[in-house]
DNA sequence: ACTATTTACACCTTATAAGGTATAAATAGT
DNA sequence: ACTATTTATACCTTATAAGGTGTAAATAGT
């Protein structure tokens, strides 16, 4: 059971990619990412490069940028 | 005359670390990065790794999130 | 203006993300 | 249940981010 916690831009990428009713490789293809990074995203990977990330949520309209964390990781 | 773009992720962090008074190598130490990672977050840098930007902004309380576009940036 | 501190930039090495391919697992459609 | 489609995981290579060090430029303090 490898319970991966599923942070919000993974989670965000992956409605809006249904809300198109496209699959991962389709979205890959119009972001010019690799599949694999897509699925990558997808799963919560932290150690993603910023300019992919972006590459992608450019597609939805959205970019990333610093927002307030929420408040149950402020104290780990 | 670089004229690079600097990103609003970049002035967000620089004016936090000002606010803080401390200088890129404290900031660098207390977020466990390396100092020339803290210069090239600062400049705007795009393709750095979320995990490492987010190394720096816990210590603001912040965190890399979906936001949306600023709308004269979505069409070019 | 002078000096100390801080920040920027270049070169180099090492660590690792990105992406391809292949396979397995999961999900959806009938 | 069966089958097709989609998604997840593993292995490998290549591209490049991260970080150290050194130097130059910029900024701040007097």
């Given amino acids: 059971m490898k319970e ?3 942070t919000s831009l993974a989670v965000f990428v992956k ?6 009713k496209i ?7 119009k972001a010019g990412v690799g599949l694999r990074f ?3 995203l997808e799963q ?7 300019d992919k990330v972006n590459d992608v949520l450019r597609l939805f309209g959205h970019e990333l940028g610093p927002v307030e ?3 149950t ?3 780990q």
């Fill in 23 to 29: 699959n991962q490789l389709e979205l890959s293809e």
């Fill in 38 to 40: 897509v699925r990558d």
């Fill in 69 to 71: 964390m929420d408040r």
């Fill in 4 to 6: 991966k916690e599923l």
């Fill in 15 to 20: 409605q809006r990619r249904k809300t198109l």
């Fill in 44 to 50: 919560g990977k932290a150690s993603l490069r910023m």
């Fill in 73 to 75: 990781k402020l104290w």
